[in-house]
């Protein structure tokens, strides 16, 4: 509520103050002096005294509400004005471009980051921009200069923004004209051979031996050396394997599958209220309350649900599962490309408590290794060649 606390100076002030009291106006904190009377009234009610002062000097000795306010702004309107300005011209500067470095070793990156971030609107005396302005035109400069750049980077610290680029280093690919054989990694019998350069010497369903050659860089013409070249290709071949397998008889396995209940108990002793014996959960137990004196805990049980696996292998019922541990194992030693063409179990005897199964697989893939020869063509054998 907007009020005033006012000063009555004049002959008959406790006159005054009758007559302002039967004239029903509302008086606040009357203090009554030889020199003066000092009391507070509300903004309507000061109009009121204004009207019957007569001779009274009235003088306004403080305010309060909106009034206060309004004194206030008035009595220090020019200050309030010059500290807003002040608090404007400091945000606009702060947002203000002042400097941009481009930090790289090379002048003409810079010069060329500098032209590309002018273009898009990042300059010198301008405004700030967003995180998603700043993204744009560093992914534009990257896509312009995609031969030039590798990576950029633009970070605004104050009034300055700092940017860091790498350059794109063009790797120049050596040529590695190294005269070669591509031979067999390993034995196995030949099912595809891809060949971009050189000699074919074997062909499909062939039986090699590790290091044979397939695809030879020696080129003949009727048993003459005319040429030695780097031979190109792929070969893939079937190859064996045998993995053993050991299965328990009986295998029980219980994990966690992630899925939680939770559930207030009571606690007697070791008894459960309410009871709780589900062996497809494991649970654990926090203790919310405690008794020191008597036997009794309130206990939140968090309970797991468990995946539970109970199996018991034979002689007749184990081919399925160590098939399958087989395949996994093995496939943990292939390359991507290598396809798995045929699996069976060859043979299974029983140890103790263990069943031990040999499985055999027949698996597709990738043979192909090289095989340095001497650049030179020997000239006996063209000698040889020409008898």
Request: cysteine-free; charged content about 35%.
């Given at each position: 509520m907007n009020k005033y606390r006012i000063s009555i100076k004049g002959k008959n002030k406790e006159s005054f103050l009758k007559f302002l009291i039967t004239r029903k106006i509302d008086l606040y904190n009357i203090v009554l002096t030889k020199e003066e009377l000092k009391i507070t009234v509300s903004e309507e009610d000061y109009k009121k005294v204004l009207k019957y002062k007569g001779l009274h000097e009235i003088k306004i000795l403080n305010t309060y509400g909106i009034l206060k306010i309004k004194y206030l702004k008035n009595k220090y309107k020019y200050i309030i004005m010059?500290?807003?300005?002040?608090?404007?011209?400091i945000v606009f500067l702060s947002n203000l471009i002042l400097k941009i470095e481009v930090v790289?070793?090379?002048?003409?990156?810079?010069?060329?980051?500098?032209?590309?971030?002018?273009?898009?609107?990042?300059?010198?005396y301008n405004l700030k921009i967003d995180y998603k302005k700043k993204e744009e035109i560093k992914n534009k400069i990257l896509e312009k200069e995609k031969d030039?750049?590798?990576w950029l980077e633009i970070d605004n610290i104050g009034t300055k923004y700092i940017v860091r680029v790498e350059e794109r280093?063009?790797?120049?690919?050596?040529v590695d004209n190294t005269k070669r054989n591509i031979v067999s990694k390993k034995e196995a019998m030949i099912l595809e051979i891809k060949s971009s350069?050189?000699?074919?010497?074997?062909?499909?369903?062939?039986?090699?031996?590790?290091?044979?050659?397939?695809?030879?860089?020696?080129?003949?013409?009727?048993?003459?050396?005319?040429?030695?070249?780097?031979?190109?290709?792929?070969v893939y071949g079937e190859v064996w394997y045998n993995v053993?397998?050991?299965?328990?008889?009986?295998?029980?396995?219980?994990?966690?599958?992630?899925?939680?209940?939770?559930?207030?108990?009571?606690?007697?002793?070791?008894?459960?209220?309410?009871?709780?014996?589900?062996?497809?959960?494991?649970?654990?137990?926090?203790?919310?309350?405690?008794?020191?004196?008597?036997?009794?805990?309130?206990?939140?049980?968090?309970?797991?649900?468990?995946?539970?696996?109970?199996?018991?292998?034979?002689?007749?019922?184990?081919?399925?599962?160590?098939?399958?541990?087989?395949?996994n194992r093995l496939l943990k030693k292939l390359d991507d490309d290598s396809t798995i063409l045929y699996k069976k179990v060859l043979k299974k005897?029983?140890?103790?408590?263990?069943?031990?199964v040999d499985v055999f697989f027949k698996v597709k893939?990738?043979?192909?290794?090289?095989?340095?020869?001497?650049?030179?063509?020997?000239?006996?054998?063209?000698?040889e060649g020409n008898n």
């Open positions: 010059s500290f807003t300005l002040m608090i404007l011209i790289h070793q090379n002048e003409d990156i810079r010069n060329l980051i500098l032209e590309d971030l002018n273009e898009y609107g990042l300059k010198k030039k750049i590798e280093k063009i790797k120049e690919e050596k350069n050189g000699e074919i010497v074997k062909k499909k369903y062939d039986y090699v031996q590790k290091g044979e050659t397939i695809i030879s860089g020696t080129i003949k013409n009727k048993d003459k050396e005319v040429a030695k070249v780097k031979a190109e290709g792929k053993n397998i050991t299965l328990p008889t009986h295998y029980h396995e219980e994990t966690r599958t992630g899925k939680v209940k939770r559930s207030l108990s009571l606690r007697i002793v070791n008894l459960n209220f309410p009871k709780t014996n589900n062996k497809s959960f494991e649970t654990e137990d926090i203790v919310l309350l405690n008794d020191n004196l008597l036997p009794i805990k309130l206990v939140l049980e968090k309970s797991y649900k468990l995946k539970i696996i109970d199996k018991r292998f034979t002689i007749n019922n184990s081919d399925k599962e160590a098939l399958k541990i087989a395949e005897t029983i140890n103790n408590s263990t069943i031990i893939e990738d043979i192909t290794d090289y095989s340095e020869i001497s650049d030179e063509i020997k000239e006996g054998e063209q000698d």
